[in-house]
């Protein structure tokens, strides 16, 4: 994956995986960032819509996140950190037992026209289960060093 | 804050908070989710661009998901999960020592056409710091239970 701005060309593609995900994990995570009944109390979560424990988005997001960091799809030598979303999706549940892969997509990139060291790059990320079914979707903006002169 | 579909009225508008931004978990957030130099080192940090330690985008939104679903925006009566975000913008960094508050807005308000138990509801959320600079903005689409028959 890139190491620089001039490194993400738009089409460009990679996956990264796996995420084994867990009820323990689940259910920290929603104690401490998202404490709704689906995603931290396993009996509730059985009478709630999705008849057991789903993970928060936002849990999911951090797997997304970690796995990109990981595997280099961010690095450490460019980034300057990101400006946002443009949009996301959280398409199905994620359930304790899934295992998650990520694929990520370069889908723009523009130099900055008033900082010369820097570009923004729009990143799609899609995660998706064991059964290939996607489960969130994300466009993100990040900030891109450029190569060093 | 509205308890079922109902109670979400366009144009409302509820504040929450606060959240007290500290270093050791600005850095046990980043290990675990965005292990990025500037979220996790605070030395590299102050060789960053950001001069110092920065909460990962993700933990400022954790942070602002546990104040909302902590003071009820989100209600364990009502909540059926979230569809995704519209939009979101990290519009300035969070640094240890920071003091967030969260501002919720209904921006919309729509019944199922297919499901008569329930309606998707669009809340804008924005957190602002000590000094009132916001930094972040999301648009949350919530998928909300009607109130029993």
């Given amino acids: 994956?890139?190491?620089?701005?001039?490194?993400?060309?738009?089409?460009?593609?990679?996956?990264?995986?796996?995420?084994?995900?867990?009820?323990?994990?689940?259910?920290?995570?929603?104690?401490?960032?998202?404490?709704?009944?689906f995603h931290v109390d396993?009996?509730?979560?059985?009478?709630?819509?999705?008849?057991?424990?789903?993970?928060?988005?936002?849990?999911?997001c951090g797997m997304a996140m970690k796995l990109i960091v990981d595997h280099g799809g961010i690095a450490p030598e460019s980034s300057m950190g990101g400006a946002g979303l443009r949009k996301l999706s959280w398409e199905a549940p994620v359930r304790p037992g899934d295992r998650l892969r990520v694929v990520v997509r370069v889908l723009e990139s523009r130099?900055?026209?008033?900082?010369?060291?820097?570009?923004?790059?729009?990143l799609e990320v899609d995660a998706f289960n064991q059964d290939?079914?996607?489960?969130?979707?994300?466009?993100?903006?990040?900030?891109?060093?450029?190569?060093?002169?």
Same sequence: chains 1, 2.
Avoid: C
């Fill in 132 to 149: 290939d079914r996607r489960v969130l979707n994300f466009e993100l903006v990040g900030i891109i060093r450029k190569k060093p002169a």
């Fill in 42 to 60: 396993p009996v509730a979560a059985e009478h709630s819509p999705f008849g057991g424990l789903i993970a928060s988005g936002w849990h999911t």
């Fill in 111 to 122: 130099a900055s026209q008033s900082k010369p060291d820097r570009g923004s790059v729009v």
């Fill in 1 to 37: 994956m890139p190491y620089f701005f001039e490194d993400y060309i738009p089409g460009m593609e990679t996956s990264f995986g796996v995420y084994d995900v867990t009820a323990d994990e689940i259910i920290e995570f929603g104690r401490r960032w998202d404490p709704q009944p």
